[in-house]
């Protein structure tokens, strides 16, 4: 399908997470009684939410950073996790970045992802996700790199199957999740061409660190 516009992100996880039920249903994955759906912090938790409560899953958040380059945030360099980086490609080389200044930005990232997972716990360790079927779930995808990264961190954990769910995302950024070997991706549009994330919502504003905590916060009441 493709084209398709959400209202929200709210909206879209509700979507998602329809079809996402749908996929761990059909496979009749017997492996985990929860799944574990893993929100991308920010943007990707209020959808992360939806597919939890779809599925019966444990919800948790990952913070993934950009390594944006010197003078071109926007530009990501890569991505990194607590314990994962991904760089794109040669990129760094292309635009003249020295090591050193790649490691200043990257440094610079783990102290804010340090800061952010810290305040979005409240001090609850991660949840496992050692041989659980894992949805790491993100309200889109555009060059796939942070997802990228995000793959690496559950693979290293030990997740016994893994499913990218996603509102909307390109073609290609797909075919590569699949390559890295991912188990399975869901995606509910295609927009072809893909000029951005946002465009797919008629409400993409920036999702702020009390909604996570919110989302977050539903498990975790008495």
């Known amino acids: 399908m493709s084209g398709r516009v959400f209202p929200d992100r709210v ?13 761990l249903q059909a496979r009749d994955d017997t492996r985990s009684a929860r799944p574990v759906v893993i929100g991308l912090a920010r943007g ?21 950073r950009k390594i944006g380059a010197p003078g071109h945030e926007e530009f990501a360099m890569g991505a990194l996790t607590a314990g994962h980086l991904v760089v794109n490609d040669d990129i760094p080389r292309r635009l003249g970045v020295s090591r050193a200044e790649f490691d200043a930005v990257a440094d610079r990232e783990r102290r804010i992802l340090h800061d952010r997972e810290e305040l979005y716990r409240g001090g609850r360790p991660p949840v496992e996700v050692e041989d659980r079927v894992v949805v790491l779930v993100d309200d889109g995808l555009a060059t796939g790199s942070t997802m990228a990264v995000a793959v690496d961190a559950m693979d290293a954990a030990g997740a016994a199957r893994l499913i990218v769910a996603v509102p909307t995302a390109p073609s290609d950024s797909v075919g590569r999740l699949i390559d890295r070997g991912v188990d399975e991706v869901v995606v509910l549009t295609t927009p072809e061409p893909f000029e951005a994330v946002g465009l797919s919502y008629d409400d993409f504003s920036q999702v702020e660190d009390d909604e996570v905590i919110a989302c977050l916060d539903r498990d975790h009441r008495p």
């Open 11 to 23: 909206a879209a996880g509700r979507a998602l997470g329809t079809r996402v039920a749908e996929v």
């Open 44 to 64: 990707g938790v209020p959808v992360a939410r939806g597919v939890a409560d779809a599925t019966n899953g444990d919800l948790d958040a990952l913070v993934v």
